[in-house]
């Protein structure tokens, strides 16, 4: 934004550009309001990801007026990707959208990347069968934004030599995504083994004292190995998100 | 209250009333008692708005009684506002009261407002699409009061030029209202901009370790920005209400 | 700020200012910096209160760095208010700002203000005595402001009639400020009784379940009353900062 | 249990009682045990209750078992008293055991007490209508007990002049049960203005930052007046036979 | 107060008394305003307890201030109670009120009670060693309310059989204060023995997960057996308050 | 694991093992992968028990995969125990394993144990009727690891003579597994009865201040009584499991 | 208890005993009182461990008058244990006891245990180095009752090999007690990996969300592992018990 | 450690090592024990950082030990590094490794790197001026890696405009790191600026409603803004760290 800002006081000294238009450019420029949303149709252009609807909590009707708004957009840039969606949200989106594709386990709706070639090496893991939700929102994610993902599921410390048997995946990713709900262990344990970004996502998988992911979200805040950071309860497409900025920019 | 304790004691004094009727007085004076509730019948006299009938957790059957009193009142001040009420209670107090009006996303049922001179400049926004219905609950509460009230939704600090596009209607307000779930910066950084009271309304709108708003709730609390005041998770009402309050008495 | 760009970008089209001035600019207005803090140097011009310096957590030698670059400000702007501030500290500041005055119960140093006549009608009250060292340090920062203030303290509801002999102040006030630790609700008697606004402050006076004032803080949260909004525990100086604005707008 | 106690001695002493008889009369004397419960047959021969079924949490033919047992007991005490009880449960106990009375209001399914003579002076009250149903729930169990009730409802402090209406009542009772959601206040105040015991019951009528009812009991606790004790949320039968307790030996 | 306003308006009505005066009575009669502190001179009259200061949050010159006021006091109610008062205090207080006696392990300083006909029976136990300060501080205040107290230490329910070996006290009392830290199952245990009221009072001895006595204090309010009400944690001086009342008007 | 990698080495020292298949070996022993979790085929061996399907947030789907893949394998070691299951999973998976028993209160799905001499002593005891589920997968789960196990439901402290009448139980067991919810003191009564390990484990049953299990999970944790520890809220199996330990061991 | 209740009974049958001396004998058997603590002086006969002094909480003069009462027992049974005892209450008793020893790291102060012959396998085991005090509390407390203990310290998951160099002690032990502060995953990873009951003790050592040892009291609950059972945050004394148990009745 | 063990079971089939050499070289290789800690002398090798010795909790005579024995090591790898250390351990460190430099701000010893190759790009910034040292710890930790670090201190968002001056670092940083203590916002505004990695630091500075660092904490696990996790709250050691990893490894 620097560099707009620069470009747009150099136009306006060169006359190319009324102060007004300029005012008003800077105003409207990145994003289209449609009232109930302000869409970022640039942010694809600056991130590799278009701006991501975020279903849970808003309306079908609310939901259906973004993805409008973003394939009438001009730029070219009209790329749907939405997440928490049901099978209901995705069969009307379905019907304005017709190139979109259903990721079930993920929740995700996406328009299909163009981007063949996959790079990287990302490795999502997960403590249990249960954890497979949030573990796969983070691999759709991570692979709409072009990145190779590689997964291992169930490999939970209560079992340690599930964890032992996936070494190699372990030891050749650049980023490791660790999903665990219950008393999230997994990601201390693997933070002890790697030395890469290991990104913790606690699940709400559990009971009792588990009080909601509030236990595995606490365990990964405490994990005493260094290189593991966590995002929110759940949270797999922020997890994959990030994992895929530092897949990446990874040499 | 003071007055009527004054006048009550006056006319004690010079006869006018006799000191059984002043005792009864000071008991039934400002409401009427139906069993199970006590209706502030005088309310409208000294606030902008008459008693409000908060459904949630009352029986549809509960609400007609309340709502057949206020109409009865023979003070002709009979005005109907009932919040968190849904479609069900609504076509139920119709039947007897067919002249109010239903505000779906705002969840409020209320006679029309006879002041069509609208004062003053309230600004609500929001940081999401979901925080949406909070937000309507307060711009139709302090409409009803007879204040102005301008909107800017979905300005949310994750892309915060969209925050910057509303300038003018931030730098404008007498009083702003700002809504937000999940982490719920947007009150801070619109504290730090203005010079006008922000009243900070934290929504229940995330999940995991937002929860159920707790996490916004404590966002705004913790605000370093100075003129922000919060008010309880959800409670457009409150935030309305008092948001009004603030705009009739500022010059 | 939408009005310094807006001059700015004429200047730069005027020629008055280069490009590479105008950048400058934008970056160094509105503070200094000291590497340890920016100090905003015009807050004064937009509020009618300086920076604030928040002494809790800094360092005396923070503390005295950031004094002495504001008496350093050649605009004119340089006087002092800091918060939080204990004896120590005082005398460490009386040395490099000897106008400053120290307000022992409020915990607040500042430069006396020079605006003699005051404005306006804040009330601040508390529920019992050892709520006063939060109540004093709003009523001094109202009255730095400009602000007119009453008080009245020790008027909790254990005692109702303690409040009731208050009601003079009560419905002469432009703005209230309740404080109050224990179970907190004064804010919500005070909330029924009048139609201003009404700004609580939970203090962590208390003890048990008090939990270091979080009963408080959600009693004020949960106000039924309308008019009631609420800012941090023990939070004096957002309390009367807040109630100074609403005042000094008051018709 | 004492004197039971003793009173075996005495006729294992006198040879009256074999040494094993007397071990198995200390094993089976005070319940009977249908495997799933233990009924405590002879409680209301110590106090004024018979045991008292708690149906949350238990299936339908659990209750039946238990409801069956009480009628076939041969003592002569078979009473039923069944809390937290819906209309499905109140049918089935109705087919076996016809004389049962359905309190709806306060989902208690009751043999009618045969004593007549109510006496004493307990009085219930409510801060809004939504707190109606905790609090017959302590009027009828006790009634059940045979104390006097009398209730007020609706008299929160947010219209404080809604309490003082009932000040008759509030100081012609022997024990006074105060039950309130959102912000609790309403036992601080009464128990600041009568000098008998306040029983408060805080509920879970709110949202958001009363947590289910939290906030009034963390209030209640911590209420500065005297005189105020406390039971769990939503728990009317606990405040009712407690309230009983207290006015039966009240002089 | 129901009766004082009923004399006010006669007294205004027959001419005795003039309406300003009225006014000015209503306000100053309870309490006497020492601008830090309202203290309530006639709280003796109405209760068996004069207004008592709780020491803790308040400074010395606060304490003595509000001493030397009640020690002026021209009505001859002038009897000083103090609790949570440490010897500094003592000290003090002695030398302005030389009658105070110190209660150490209640942290009570207090004016000799005149009454020496203690009458009823009520209980205090403690379910260990330390649990004693909190337990001294209702012994005391209910004793200086003129009630008749039994202890009973170190019986909590680790060791079932001490418990039982006070049987005789446990069925004596009209009232029965349980103080309990750790776990706090003893109000449990007891008020399934007994038929009178428990108060239950958790305190915060224990460590780890009792946090600082959530843990007993959320035991008590579950408490199965019905008759059991909870005071705040450590609330010594309010169990014995309640249990005082309780036991003056028990037959 | 230690022996089976001696073994190994020493395979590999002689030549009777490729480094690659030892390699293999090492990777894919100890269970079956079938993508969505990696089965323990060889749990029981190790202990009394075969790996147990936890099917809550598991789909049908992927319980009957796992099933599949236990039925399939070919050590003979295929012996089916799920739990959480509902009935709806029960009807699933009989079909592909008729063999299978629904224990329809401890939701459990189990091939019959074929081990028909239970040994040992284990009790497991209720405080109420409610906490019937949770005690009864413990008994499941003890049983179908080959031990004899006792029960004793609703002998919760609210009548403490319920629990001694079961004292010969008490003192015959090698290990108490002691359920409770509400308020959770029967593992402290018992505790402090016995000499034996006592595995507590708190319920949700409850309300209000029980917060989901939170109250009686606190209350065994603090117990005073030596030789009680705790598992997860209404974590049955963990409790049966850890009871069958000890108890196989038991001399 | 049993056993002495009907021997009781028969003395009584057979005129041995007076009705009066069994009721005398019923309340004083187990313990000596001493008004502020109830000493059980045949615990050891029932435990191998005496009454324990936890002296957290206890003043000097308290714990002296305990230790001189147990001195004074003329059962022969005598041995002091005193748990969290400081250097200067160790003093203080070595005056009155010289043969007891000071346990520093495990600030246990102990008569000499007589028992040489010490049995059995416990292992106990510490995640970190900060771990040490409450690990040896268990240590010393098992050894007192004539366990065998081996341990092994700072073998935390952060380093998993640190972990597998023990296996021998794992695999060789009868009970194990981890302990571990921060995340404590420890427990998990052991829990998987053995057969034996494993004890886990969060520890308090941590900072920010360790929240004092919530974070790994929530971890060791929600354990995947079954066989894993915890005791209080800190609590090295109840695990080392709990595992002495275990040990002695292990084949 | 795969490498290490194929290597060793070549070693074994080679007939170089024998079985018992290679049990042995498995448990020994990666760390020294000395009892009270397992030193993990080939880290750095690993990574670019030494073990680390966490001081807080340890004693200054375990430190000293730790510190010998890394001091002692024959590989050369003899490199101190020691966190959360005051000037006390700093003096004590001094004397057996004169070579360490003391970091006061950051509170950590270390001896200096040799590496004089500063690479990459990584910008620590914080909120307020409190929040340095948090910040220090993670810019020493991370120079000590070998990662050139940029600092921007004190441009929290109640003054935006404070954060925008220092664009360019932002958008120049290949990883940014948020120190925030309050409502932590800033890492929010970054997240939703930059397309980077953010890591985030709650800390605990702030004051009532912060609870230690749960609002900022909670804050950022909510933040909307993608790219951003989370670290525990005041763990500036993990965040550099982790930064580290990141610019290392990045293009």
Not at 103 to 122: D, V
Request: glycine share 8%.
């Amino acid at each position: 934004m620097q560099d707009i800002l620069k470009k747009l006081l150099e136009e306006v000294k060169s006359g190319k550009l009324s102060i007004d238009k300029a005012m008003d450019k800077l105003k409207s420029l990145p994003y289209e309001d449609i009232d109930i949303a302000k869409i970022d149709t640039h942010r694809e252009l600056r991130t590799s990801l278009p701006e991501v609807i975020f279903c849970q909590g808003k309306t079908i009707e609310q939901i259906i007026l973004i993805v409008k708004k973003i394939k009438a957009n001009k730029t070219g840039i009209n790329r749907i990707i939405a997440t928490r969606a049901n099978k209901e949200i995705y069969k009307e989106v379905k019907k304005i959208a017709p190139e979109v594709v259903w990721y079930e386990q993920a929740r995700i709706i996406a328009s299909p990347s163009k981007n063949k070639n996959k790079t990287g090496n990302i490795l999502v893991i997960t403590a249990g069968t249960s954890d497979i939700p949030v573990a796969e929102e983070a691999v759709v994610i991570a692979e709409l934004m072009g990145n190779k993902v590689n997964k291992a599921y169930d490999v939970g410390v209560a079992g340690i030599h599930r964890l032992f048997s996936i070494k190699d995946k372990l030891f050749d990713a650049n980023v490791i995504v660790a999903v665990a709900g219950m008393e999230g262990a997994l990601a201390s344990i693997v933070g002890g083994l790697v030395d890469v970004p290991v990104i913790a996502v606690p699940t709400s998988i559990g009971y009792g004292a588990s009080f909601n992911g509030l236990a595995p979200l606490l365990t990964m805040l405490n994990c005493c190995a260094p290189g593991v950071s966590v995002v929110n309860i759940d949270n797999g497409f922020g997890a994959g998100y990030l994992a895929g900025l530092i897949n990446k920019k990874s040499k």
